[in-house]
């Protein structure tokens, strides 16, 4: 009875307000269990460097997320992410746009449907709410809308994952609205508490003037300080001008 009052009140309070292993970006097949709740707290901050026309241009940004994952049965969980974001602009050291607030929210059903002998697989439709504000670069101004399928493969002490996504991106924003997602995540647990990762992808890219779509490649730990308690860090690079150039990622979790 307390976990539904909890998981009620953490809806309602994020409503108000407002994925592997953290620090991956490609998702697991792995659920909560029935009534077990899991929660989130990453973040990330990304450098950016371009130059165009003789014109440096720097991009800075900070993401701070709460996901909250709930498990339905011992194979299903609905998950609710959101973000908060900082981010600045300059050309030529100047100041060109600067903006901070909530960003998009996301909600999400993961369902494990198979699973046998270390090999599981996964789906997970998903939609996002337009709580940012377009104008500022802090949303879509549309529900988006994605599914993706996931794999597992377990060969003790190694697991690996595998994600095909198709996202319906709606956007007032002047963005392709159909894009997919291809990565590829591994782990091994190299000793009692302490797991190494590694993670490379690739996505369409929104961006409709541009047919180079962006890749990266990522790498970091994940440590249990206790059973229910653990903290990550992990540095993403990207593999061409349309990623990002160097992200830093950290995060904390904890499971009811």
């Known amino acids: 009875m307390f976990k539904k009052v909890f998981v009620i009140f953490f809806l309602f309070f994020l409503s108000k307000i407002a994925y592997g292993a953290h620090p991956l970006i490609t998702d697991d097949t792995g659920t909560q269990g029935t009534n077990k709740i899991q929660i989130e707290i990453n973040s990330e901050y990304s450098i950016d460097n371009e130059k165009e026309n003789r014109v440096s241009i720097k991009e800075k940004s900070v993401e701070v997320a709460t996901i909250l994952s709930y498990g339905i049965s ?30 998009d929210i996301s909600l999400e059903l993961k369902w494990r449907f198979f699973q046998k002998d270390g090999l599981s697989f996964a789906l997970k439709p998903g939609i996002t709410l337009p709580i940012g504000d377009e104008d500022k670069g802090l949303g879509t101004g549309k529900v988006t809308y994605k599914l993706f399928f996931i794999t597992t493969k377990e060969i003790e002490p190694w697991a690996f994952h595998l ?23 591994s782990e091994v647990e190299v000793t009692k ?64």
């Open 74 to 103: 011992d194979n299903a969980d609905i998950i609710l992410g959101i973000p908060y974001q900082w981010f600045r602009i300059e050309e030529n050291d100047l100041t060109v746009e600067k903006e901070e607030g909530l960003t």
């Open 163 to 185: 994600n095909l996504g198709y996202i319906k991106n709606e956007n007032k924003v002047n963005e392709r609205k159909d894009l997919w997602h291809i990565s590829l995540a």
């Open 193 to 256: 508490g302490l797991k190494a990762v590694a993670n490379v992808g690739i996505e369409k890219n929104s961006d409709e003037t541009s047919n180079t779509h962006p890749a990266f490649i990522l790498g970091g730990l994940i440590y249990s300080i206790i059973e229910n308690i653990d903290v990550d860090f992990g540095i993403k690079a990207g593999l061409n001008k349309q990623e990002k150039d160097l992200t830093f990622l950290a995060g904390i979790l904890f499971r009811f």
